[in-house]
Structures are given as C-alpha cells and as structure tokens.
C-alpha cells in the first residue's frame, strides 16, 4: 500500500515524487504530491488525459514549462494551473538553470481507493523499470506486452496515453494486455510498491 511519504525517484528524469495524501488521506478521493524536478530534465509523464478526475499543479518553487491541449505554457512559483477530465497535457517540468518543485492535486468525481492505489502504482512501477533499463527515452516500457499491461492498469482507471486514439487503447488494453497479464506482466510490481 502507497502512503503519505512514499518516495518515487524516476532516474530517466532524476525527479523525486513524495506522497503527502494517498487514498487513506483523501477517502479515495484522490491524492497530493510534491514532486522535485531537476534543471532541464523533461517531464515524467509522456502526454496523456484521464477521463474522470481533475489535476490541480501548483508551482511551489522554481519556473515550469506544462502543455495544456497541446499548447505549451511557462509559470513561475506561486502560479497554478488546472486540468480537466478529457484535457490532454503534460505535467510541469524545468526547462533548465535552477530545480523546480510542484505539488500535484487530483480530485476524483467518485470514491476510488483502487484508483488512487493503481495509478500511483504504476509511477512507482514506471520509475523502477526506468531503474532497470527497461523503458525508453519517453519513460514508455520498452517490452510492449509490459506496455500493454501497464496501459491496461491505467485504462481501468480512465487514464489514457495521448499518442493513440482511446477506443485502439481500450482494444489494445482487451486483447494484448488480457495476453500480457497472462503472461505474467503485471502494470504494478510489488518490488517497487513497497514502503
């Protein structure tokens, strides 16, 4: 189980995500996170939307690049954003010189502690492929039934890559990730979720 405190350390982009509130904190109605980017690094999370819940950023230190429906901003600390379900973005991320710090807040529409769970799951997952060699230069599993399993966690939950139309992920995510997690891949590896 992911709680407050749980440290994610993604070394492809040498960010550090802590959970400050998980689902036990929010009665499953989202998380907080404070993630510390480092000086020209991109960002965590190739382009992506959700369907079902809002994500507020807020700059806490630092200056941010975002991309927000495919338009690229820039804010400065004190400075905040939103998105919404259905809006495809990019979470923040330094575009050099100085580290940046922001905090991420994600409402949901409904109680989900298996949202909650799952999806930051799949970061911690994510970043410790990323540790293994195992993900290219977008942060993306390069195996693609690792892919398809880890699209099909985030599918479930309404979270969708940017790159392919969301009716091919939600076919993709029936047939090759059913394969995949038959196979033995798995969107979340308890290695990687532990305290």
Not at 85 to 105: D, E, L, T
Request: glycine share 10%; net charge neutral; hydrophobic share 40%.
């Amino acid at each position: 189980m992911i709680r407050a405190g749980f440290t994610i350390a993604n070394p492809l982009t040498q960010s550090r995500t802590i959970v400050l509130k998980s689902d036990a904190e929010t009665d499953g109605m989202g998380w907080l996170l404070e993630v510390h980017c480092a000086p020209g690094a991109r960002a965590d999370i190739a382009e992506h939307m959700h369907v079902e819940w809002t994500e507020h950023f807020e700059i806490v230190s630092g200056t941010a690049h975002y991309a927000l429906d495919g338009m690229q901003g820039t804010i400065e600390a004190g400075a905040s954003f939103t998105v919404l379900p259905g809006q495809r973005h990019i979470h923040p991320w330094s575009p050099g010189g100085s580290p940046m710090v922001y905090r991420q807040r994600n409402e949901f529409s409904r109680r989900s502690p298996e949202a909650v769970q799952d999806v930051l799951g799949v970061f911690a997952t994510v970043a410790g492929l990323a540790r293994d060699g195992k993900v290219d230069q977008t942060g993306r599993p390069r195996n693609p039934l690792q892919l398809a399993a880890t699209l099909r966690t985030l599918n479930r939950h309404g979270g969708y890559d940017a790159s392919l139309p969301i009716q091919v992920q939600k076919i993709l995510s029936a047939t090759l990730g059913r394969l995949a997690e038959a196979m033995g891949y798995q969107g979340i590896y308890e290695r990687f979720v532990r305290p």
